[in-house]
């Protein structure tokens, strides 16, 4: 179709760019998905994800990729906010013990008195670590948690015995499986892992905008969402070499072998169809009312969360 | 040559229109652990337009707090200042002040400490650096126009101030030790010159001295103080001294011979009183 | 009477900004006359609103929540503080000293000084793990260079001839420092104390913020995280009055110590 | 003589530091001496070396990708510094002449100072947007607190002989600004300055750090989440180098503007 | 009584042990701008040991350039400084400095001021202020202990200093015009205790001040320096007038009005020219 968007000048925000976990972007970026669709889109990167939400709330960026749960928590506050397409359908979190002390913590219920390092309180990994106790017989108030961030330091952290286990994401978990340094407890990396966590789907990054912006730009939300699922539809056929060669050498982590590793462990995690099924909202849904007392108060609509028009648009006219 | 009076007179007596009158001054300094020290008390002083006043009196009898109190630095415990009959609040703008201790800006050459009161007034900068200059040689400073006080000497520097007060033309002149550190010789040109500006324009002078002579040749009255604390003045004396006059010179005349003698005596025996008081703890 | 004046005025403008902010965060400017839409002109989203984050700072008092929190914050603030300024001024007085040692290492002491901190906090929590101390180097690197650099300059600011006739006096080194270049140092150190009190509460939550496992950054990122901006303001209040009164304690070591100088007004 | 002699040691102790660097991450401590394993000192997993820092800075310059990125940083850097220091002075002149001023706003400003700015980014970034004026303003934030205590400060320095004579000499408040205070604050003023280039930089930076699109901390914190440290240490290396030539010209203005001084050795 | 002897003297003919030897001083000072200026040149004074030096010379002619050259605190460009026979490098630590500038430590109360010169030499804190508070008696400030020194007037200040200064009982005295600030009694009274002080164990003194007077009172030998600038001594006269002296009574002595008069001509006429030589633009 040959309709110009209403916007093709956008702001785009994001939580830390280079991380695997928004890989759809970076490759939808470098492969001039955005351009061939006529948008002009710029990256703005957020020291969190909880930043650059709220530089969408206070109006500075037009869309971010984010957590699908944003969507329920600002649903929650009355704030409007619409994911449009799926980008990961794994949140990509796995809990990992130190190996000299995997003897004492063979399993979850085992974590009591444990100190277990998260990418921030507060953050999905350690609301991951929450519901993975919580099915175990196990409360937050059990172990302690330790704000550790997601790069360098948290391999840092965990090389010196400083916690006992950690919740995080690539590439922190794969450097520190091909040093040898942990055990895994738990992947939700992988669709088995998923299935033994959740018992299915549970979405992770999502494009999400205000509802009022797409109601005012529909064909510029529709060009997006096309770049966006041209972006899943490359990751579902490239090798992770082929992910290696698009990506910005800066991202290899200097170590190419290592990122190989990574890609091909986060590979399952993004999202074949862009669409979340109803099961996935429901289990991020019923993760999250699990220990937030504002959740769990209010009604939350989950229709509302996501509007799965623009992608059946998109996978009709991309082939 | 008209004989000297050498009667005590009693304040309040002048008869010319008041430049200064203070009356009833009380000073009580306040120290921040609330301890009370009282400098002068119930001084009367008035100087009449165009008058020369020297203030001779002890070390730390209150000769500079007396001056503070008329420039309007500081506000009378009790009292009143009144300046051409005006009673005095904030700042006296009629008074050009010399300080004792050093209050040149040291970050200002010579002659822009000496232009800068010019300045404020108005006066264009380049006029007003020609006649600094111009001033600066008449204290004898041409060739340091261009130092900064931390690189003069002490009587440089006090000359510098000289000619920064001056400058103004200012209706009352305080002066608190003007020619303290100069030799000999260049107070008598100070001096002489000082003569000679105030012959030119009546200006009312108050002038402090610890040099008995400087004062008798240069003052119409002579006003001494007593020892502190508390101190009040002790005494007064017309000096009747022919005017225009050669300060070197009227030295040499019997009558400012007698003069001296009456106010020293006078002088000494408070002194030796002061020192004795000072002594003995408060 | 001056006191109670001083009082009521300060506490005029804290009820002005309150009122300000209530206000702002309750009352929606109606459409049509600044935009389309009614909106807020403080957004409560962002902003929060006065009676929430008074009720939730009472809470966490009242429930006792907060102590342990702050208690933490406080010892961290309180170490970088001590540490922060004891080495300024050891090294301000020692740069003052050496010219030499203080021409070499000028511009190291400066580029140190432009170093990101946030950037830095990865690397401390290598080195010093993720307790306090990690947060403690991070207060200490900002006020350390603010008390350096007031002390330095201090230092130098001794007036040549109270100098002069000091040493004349027979003084060393040793008491050189002790009698001239420390009392005169002071009322710089103290001009800087001011500023690094707020730079030491500012490193600890920083740090706290960037990883840690209690105190009031950690307790403000994670409000923060799930966008609970009534948690953030209240921590940053609680923290706001705690300054106050480290500040106070500063003022008062001050007052005590500067007793030798003139008062505005000398006289009463 | 003197100036090589100088330089030759500023050399010397940035090739030590370098050195050890060096040698700390390239050489390994063989197994048994300290701990059961051979490690490095420094891991270069951590801290990169010296070489690829080097390599990639010059990659960076001579690629050119950087200049942009530095010139949003300088730019933010001096608007920041610029804006910070004339408000700090500003204010600072203005509550050093306004007693009750001060003292009304007094606990307020000691409130502000210290609040983590980090946590008041998204706020920076409601109002100014998220161009560079988010973060200009953040350095702001830190510049104008350190520039406003010591200019105050500086301003109630002013000796008060100097102060009553200038006043006696018929000086308006405006010419005491002039002639009397700025001149005799402007020692403060530059000790504080020299603080502040660094935390201007530093505002700037964690700012972009935080949220942005360009610039030297967006290009940290893109090579902190991916393990390059070699790029975060290279931006760094940038910064450092950058802040030394602000800095010098903030010295050469201020021995422009203090020739007054006596200077240490006042004779041949 | 004995008789004064008049004529002039040379440098270097006392015969007692020297306690200070300049020799060939040149002292240049040099601006930021490299613009230079000689305050004194090829100026030999020697002082024996136990001797009472005056040194009169108009203003700004460098006699505060010279104690400081004496007391370490400058390095003359050209010329030597030698203290009891050895070459001085750095500090001078046998003198004491009354300096003209003030020098009190603002931060310490007169007593404390006073004290401090023991103490730094290791005396017990305790005795040191107690001794301290001998000084301040003996120069008529007991009741100012405790005061601070902006709490004092300009001539009690300098008081402090000069107790400040006897009390560490150095070998060798530097006092810069240390009674400038003071009243006629009370120099006599503070001349007379310096008098006895150096009558009870001689030191070395150079005292400079503007009151030939005083300084004919005070000294065994006055040394005169011409205007500068590269100023230099440019007459000596030993005073032969008998010792203990007391100062009010000598000045009555007929040997003592002779040698002021020919001092005082020989120092006008410096004067004069000085003051020539600063009008016209260097
Ligand atoms: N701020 C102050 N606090 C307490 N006492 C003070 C203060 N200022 C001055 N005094 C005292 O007041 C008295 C008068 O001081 P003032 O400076 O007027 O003396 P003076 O006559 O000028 O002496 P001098 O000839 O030595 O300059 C002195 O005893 C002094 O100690
Ligand atoms: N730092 C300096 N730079 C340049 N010239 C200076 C400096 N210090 C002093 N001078 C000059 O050296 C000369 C001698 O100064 P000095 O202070 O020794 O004079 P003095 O004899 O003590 O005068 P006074 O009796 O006025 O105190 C003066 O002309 C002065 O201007
Ligand atoms: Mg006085
Ligand atoms: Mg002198």
Not at chain 1, 161 to 169: R, V
Not at chain 2, 33 to 38: K, P, V
Request: proline share 4%; glycine share 10%.
């Amino acid at each position: 179709t040959a309709q110009t968007a209403e916007k093709p000048k956008l702001t785009l925000g994001v939580g830390g760019k280079p991380l695997l976990y928004y890989l759809p972007l970076t490759i939808a970026e470098r492969n001039g998905y955005f351009k061939e669709q006529g948008l002009d889109v710029t990256i703005n990167d957020f020291g969190g994800g909880a930043k650059s939400l709220q530089a969408l709330i206070g109006g500075s960026i037009d869309v971010v990729t984010g957590a699908y749960e944003h969507t329920i928590r600002m649903q929650a506050k009355g704030q409007d906010i619409v994911s449009v397409i799926e980008l990961g359908r794994y949140p990509g979190i796995v809990l990992v013990v130190a190996k000299d002390k995997a003897e004492k913590y063979k399993a979850i219920k085992d974590l009591k008195g444990a100190k277990i390092g998260v990418t921030a309180p507060g953050s999905s990994t350690n609301f991951f670590v929450n519901f993975l106790l919580a099915k175990n017989g196990l409360s937050p108030e059990d172990v302690a948690f330790v704000g550790v961030g997601g790069g360098a330091s948290a391999v840092a952290q965990m090389k010196r015995g400083e916690i006992d286990a950690m919740s995080n994401l690539d590439p922190v978990i794969t450097k520190l499986q091909s040093d040898g340094d942990v055990v895994v407890l738990a992947d939700s990396r992988t669709v088995e892992g998923n299935e033994k966590i959740f018992g299915g789907q549970n979405p992770a990054a999502v494009l999400y905008m205000k509802t009022d912006f797409v109601k005012e730009n529909p064909i510029t939300t529709q060009k997006l969402t096309n770049a966006f699922y041209k972006a899943l539809q490359w990751l579902k056929t490239a090798t992770p070499e082929d992910v290696a060669k698009v990506v910005p050498e800066e991202y290899l982590l200097g170590d190419r072998t290592l990122y190989i590793a990574a890609v091909t462990a986060s590979k399952p995690t993004y999202s074949l169809t862009g669409i979340i099924p109803e099961s996935g909202m429901k289990n991020a849904l019923g993760m999250l009312v699990e220990f937030d007392p504002e959740l769990k108060a209010a009604k939350i609509d989950l229709a509302k969360t996501f509007d799965g028009s623009f992608v059946k648009k998109a996978a009709e006219t991309i082939k | 040559m008209g004989g000297a009076s050498v009667a005590p007179l009693h304040a309040g007596e002048a008869r010319h229109s008041r430049a200064v009158a203070l009356s009833g001054i009380r000073i009580t300094f306040t120290g921040r652990g609330g301890e009370q020290f009282t400098a002068v008390e119930g001084v009367d002083l008035h100087v009449a337009d165009g008058e020369f006043v020297a203030i001779v009196g002890p070390t730390g009898c209150g000769k500079s707090t007396l001056l503070n109190a008329t420039a309007g630095l500081l506000v009378p415990s009790a009292g009143t200042v009144a300046i051409f009959g005006e009673p005095l609040s904030g700042l006296n703008r009629r008074a050009g002040y010399l300080f004792q201790a050093e209050a040149l800006f040291p970050w200002k050459s010579a002659v822009d400490n000496v232009a800068i009161g010019l300045e404020v007034a108005g006066t264009d900068p380049g006029e007003a650096r020609a006649r600094a200059r111009d001033w600066l040689g008449r204290v004898g400073l041409s060739a340091f126009a261009e130092r900064y006080p931390h690189q003069l000497s002490g009587g440089q520097r006090k000359r510098v101030g000289l000619a920064q007060v001056l400058i103004r033309d200012p209706k009352i002149l305080l002066m608190d030790e003007p020619f303290g550190p100069l030799d000999a010789q260049t107070r008598q040109i100070m001096g002489n010159m000082l003569l000679d500006l105030w012959n030119a324009e009546r200006k009312a002078v108050m002038f402090v001295t610890h040099d008995l002579e400087e004062a008798i040749a240069l003052a119409d009255r002579v006003v001494i103080m007593g020892a502190g604390p508390a101190s009040r003045i002790i005494g007064e004396w017309r000096i009747g001294l022919p005017r225009p006059r050669d300060i070197s010179e009227i030295r040499m005349e019997p009558a400012f011979h007698a003069l001296h003698r009456e106010i020293w005596s006078a002088l000494r025996d408070e002194v030796v009183k002061g020192y004795r008081q000072a002594e003995e703890p408060a | 009477m001056k006191r109670a004046r001083l009082l009521f005025l300060q506490v005029l403008v804290a009820v002005v900004l309150i009122a300000v902010w209530h206000f702002g965060s309750t009352v929606k400017v109606p459409a049509g006359i600044v935009s389309q839409k009614a909106f807020y002109p403080l957004d409560p989203f962002f902003f929060s609103t006065p009676l929430a984050v008074f009720q939730r700072t009472w809470r966490d008092f009242y429930t006792g929540v907060i102590w342990y929190h702050l208690g933490i914050t406080l010892l961290e603030t309180a170490l970088a503080f001590v540490i922060g300024a004891a080495g300024g001024v050891l090294v301000g007085f020692w740069f003052a000293r050496k010219q030499m040692l203080a021409a070499v290492f000028d511009p190291y002491v400066k580029m140190a000084n432009a170093l990101p901190r946030v950037v830095l906090a990865p690397i401390f929590a290598l080195w010093l793990g993720l307790g306090i101390w990690s947060k403690v180097a991070l207060g200490v690197t900002l006020v350390f260079f603010i008390v350096f650099f007031n002390v330095y300059q201090g230092v130098k600011e001794v007036s040549p001839t109270v100098l002069a006739n000091a040493r004349m006096l027979g003084m060393s080194e040793r008491h050189l420092m002790r009698h001239v270049y420390w009392p005169s140092a002071l009322t710089w150190m103290f001009s800087s104390l001011h500023t690094a009190v707020g730079f030491a509460l500012v490193g600890a939550v920083v740090g706290e913020y960037l990883g840690s496992a209690a105190g009031l950054g950690y307790r403000i990122h994670q409000a923060e995280g799930v966008f609970d901006v009534t948690g953030v303001f209240s921590g940053m209040l609680v923290l706001a009055v705690f300054v106050i009164l480290i500040d106070a304690v500063v003022t008062a070591v001050e007052n005590r110590l500067t007793v030798w100088r003139p008062t505005a007004a000398g006289q009463s």
